[in-house]
C-alpha cells in the first residue's frame, strides 16, 4: 500500500512558477513510477508527466514540455513537478500517481495508487 499526499498547489500570475510536491509513504517507493496528472472542471482526467523509478527515464505532454520537469529524490520518498512560464490552461486540480510497473507511462488506468490532489490556478 502506497499513500500519497500532494502539496505546492496555490494561485499565481500566468509567467510565473509553481512547485509540487508528492510525498509517499512506503518502502517501495523507489520500485514506482511516478506520474504527475490534471483535471480541470468539465475535462477528463490528463497526463501531464511521469518519472520511472530510476529517475532514469521521463515521459511529457506535449502541452507541458519545455515548461515543467518531473523529478524524484528516492531517499526522500518525494517527486517534484516544477512548472514554469504557467499559463491559465495550466488551471487544474493536480493529482501524483503511482505504478508498479516502474515505467513512466501515460494512461491513468496504468497507475495504482492516486494522491488526493492539489489545485493550481493561473490567473490572466
Known amino acids: 500500500q502506497v499513500q500519497l499526499v500532494e502539496s505546492g498547489g496555490g494561485l499565481v500570475q500566468a509567467g510565473g512558477s509553481l512547485r509540487l510536491s508528492c510525498a509517499a509513504s512506503g518502502r517501495t517507493f523507489s520500485t514506482y513510477a511516478m506520474g504527475w496528472f490534471r483535471q480541470a472542471p468539465g475535462k477528463e482526467r490528463e497526463f501531464v508527466a511521469a518519472?520511472?523509478?530510476?529517475?532514469?527515464?521521463?515521459n511529457y505532454a506535449d502541452s507541458v514540455k519545455g515548461r515543467f520537469t518531473i523529478s524524484r529524490n528516492n531517499a526522500r520518498n518525494t517527486v517534484y513537478l516544477q512548472m514554469n512560464s504557467l499559463i491559465p490552461e495550466d488551471t487544474a486540480v493536480y493529482y501524483c500517481?503511482?505504478?508498479?510497473?516502474?515505467?513512466?507511462?501515460?494512461?491513468?488506468?496504468?497507475?495504482?495508487?492516486w494522491g488526493q490532489g492539489t489545485q493550481v490556478t493561473v490567473s490572466s
Open positions: 500517481a503511482a505504478d508498479r510497473s516502474g515505467f513512466p507511462q501515460t494512461r491513468p488506468n496504468n497507475y495504482d495508487y
Open positions: 518519472i520511472s523509478w530510476s529517475g532514469g527515464s521521463t
